[in-house]
């Protein structure tokens, strides 16, 4: 579980939080979570493995606003070839559900080409 | 059909643009086919109608890249008070599927609660 | 000359234009700015060519809001091996100007290293 | 002195920090500087004192990369009715010079009338 304040930045004219940014704190949830597992994605993409989305969805519960601490928690499942990481964000403070959604992954080289899922990473997911 | 150019900022290290700039592209692609329509998405907010996101979802088919020309689509669904808009993004140059997707919207006023759907939205979508 | 239409995520709790965003339209400007010239910024980059920013600079005049459309003109000078990019961005509709700025960069290769200003910038930029 | 994380939607093609960005680290920095100095900008602005940018400025030295860690310091200045502040951003494992800048600030209020600089931030930057 990750904490994350949000940025005025990251607000929009409604007041709340801009709903595409929400997928910038599941990517910020996701790094960190790897990096806690021991797996650091900064040094998968310099052995050429990227884990680029083939797709996101995200459920807007409750608006977010400027300066909310958010939790985001982060759970994986692994699918044949493809890592799908389930994601909810809550009000740090009120605890209530701000968002909930998910990402579904693979893994490419550096020419985009889809390779198995590193063993570090299924290996990481199954002492889950 | 919206056509939008990616701009140098929406991409990120893999070299492609950066996956959460597609809900921007579908917010824009919305606008501007709302104006089409003849709906002016500034003259609803002015009169404390908002149509924020209950839910979102893109798949990434191929990646779009720097100074690509993108067409994104834009087809409206009604679904009680929920009004769906899916969405299919192209390369204008390789006519390639970059990515589809839709969103759910509600209609809410300027505190957050739920309204109908605007009339005029609604006989907008009927047209259609 | 170029018109960029403000997107609502361009927008912050405050119903304006987040100030991080002009320097987006300086970049989108700069980019459509050099394409007229007959400079494509895409080219450059896979012939190993780059313009990093060493500098930026930008004053706010007046609040943008969303769907604003913006015109932002760019007028170029060389200084040695920098070369400054100067804009201004006025409404469209009101004629106001609502900003103005600069950028300064450097041409370099992949890994970084300066290099000296490709000629056709420099006869590009001549011939203005 | 703040510690921030770069997140891998801050990069571009160029494989670094989109310069863009920078405006964004500032922010987030100046936010936390003034919490640290017992000014929550939130409750400001509930009372409808707001501190718009009236100028930028910054200073590319050495790129940033995804997952670096970066440190933002904040210094602040009184001039009449203008606030500035002056950062700088370090790598925190190389202590390499990221960026310099600063930026420029008025007090006004929700309709973004310039007000006297609130008697709390002047004290408060008295006291440094």
Redesign the interface.
Known sequence: MMKIRV???D??????V????Y??YF??AR?EWLREKGL???VW?SRGQ?L?????????KK?A???DVLEVSVIPKIDGVRIILDYEIHNHETKDLIATGFTKHVCVDDN?KVLALPKDMLSMIAKI
Chains 1, 2, 3, 4 share one sequence.
């Open positions: 940025a005025f930045a607000t929009d004219a409604m007041g709340i801009h709903h595409a940014n997928l910038r990517e910020v790094v650091d994605y900064k993409q990227h680029p989305l083939i797709e996101s969805q995200c459920r807007y608006p606003r400027f300066d985009m």
